[in-house]
């Protein structure tokens, strides 16, 4: 459905997140736990959705949710 859509990516280091290629979420650094949120508008159809990740010490956690 095209419309805004919510991205909510959770991570403990670093991460981040391209839609359709282009770079929407930079958080590529030593950190806890934390969510980082955008809104993207996206027309109907299919979208490439890719998260890099990594984790340098301590807890472990990633995780992507959209609406």
Known sequence: TAGNHTFNMTSDD???LYIDGQLVINDWNDHASRTD???KYLS???????M????AYGGAIVK???N
């Not at 109907?44 to 890719?50: E, P, R, S, V, Y």
């Not at 890099?52 to 984790?55: A, G, I, P, Q, V």
Request: cysteine-free; proline content about 0%; overall charge neutral.
């Open 14 to 16: 670093g991460a981040r």
């Open 52 to 55: 890099e990740y990594y984790e």
């Open 44 to 50: 109907a159809g299919t979208h490439n959705i890719k």
């Open 64 to 66: 992507l949710s959209w």
């Open 37 to 39: 949120t955008i809104t």
